[in-house]
């Protein structure tokens, strides 16, 4: 596959866009017409610089999670134990479950059900974000794979459509992670 973008000069040398970045700028406006959100993103001429991209993308994300404050700590420990306090909230629950013939422990039991369901939003939600951080990773070593061919890319529309398609999903998971981090500043 040719590139179609001619050659400009930057600093004094000359460079042509990449057979690849121009596959990632159309998956980029795909994604920008799918979902009528620009991503303000400047163009890529390889994709060393797409991978530069993402990189930044996973590293605000990572600096999102892990942001060292309090909420960031408390979070970590009853991740770091959560299986534990599991465990307590299951045996209280039970124990309250069984007391809850008398009216005084019904209270007892409906806090440690809710207890539990917020731990377990919790679990589900920490879930969530390794899977995020698990595609980040996917992205790098895909992008590291598809490097190697960066300037033997065949010259087929199937191969093409199929890589603006990555490209484009990649995109919609990065909006996803965006988005995560926007509501819950």
Known sequence: MATTAGPTMNGGKRETESDLAQLW?????????????????????????????????????KDFRNDQGKVDKVRT???????????????????????????????ASLIFSAFGQVMQTFG????????????????TRFLDRLS????????????KRCVVRVFSSMLVICSVAQNISRKSE
């Open 25 to 61: 700028q159309e998956a980029v406006e795909e994604y920008e017409k799918k979902t009528k959100t620009s991503l303000r993103m400047s163009p890529f001429k390889s994709l060393e610089d797409v991978m530069r991209g993402t990189e930044g993308m996973q590293n605000k994300f």
């Open 77 to 107: 420990a009853f991740k770091n134990n959560l299986w534990l306090i599991q465990k307590v909230v299951n045996t209280v629950q039970m124990v309250g479950n069984a007391a809850s013939a008398f009216p005084p422990a019904m209270p």
């Open 124 to 139: 589900q939600m920490s879930a969530d974000y390794d899977k995020v951080m698990g595609f980040f990773d996917f992205t």
């Open 148 to 159: 190697i061919i960066q300037d033997k890319t065949p010259d087929l529309p199937q191969f």
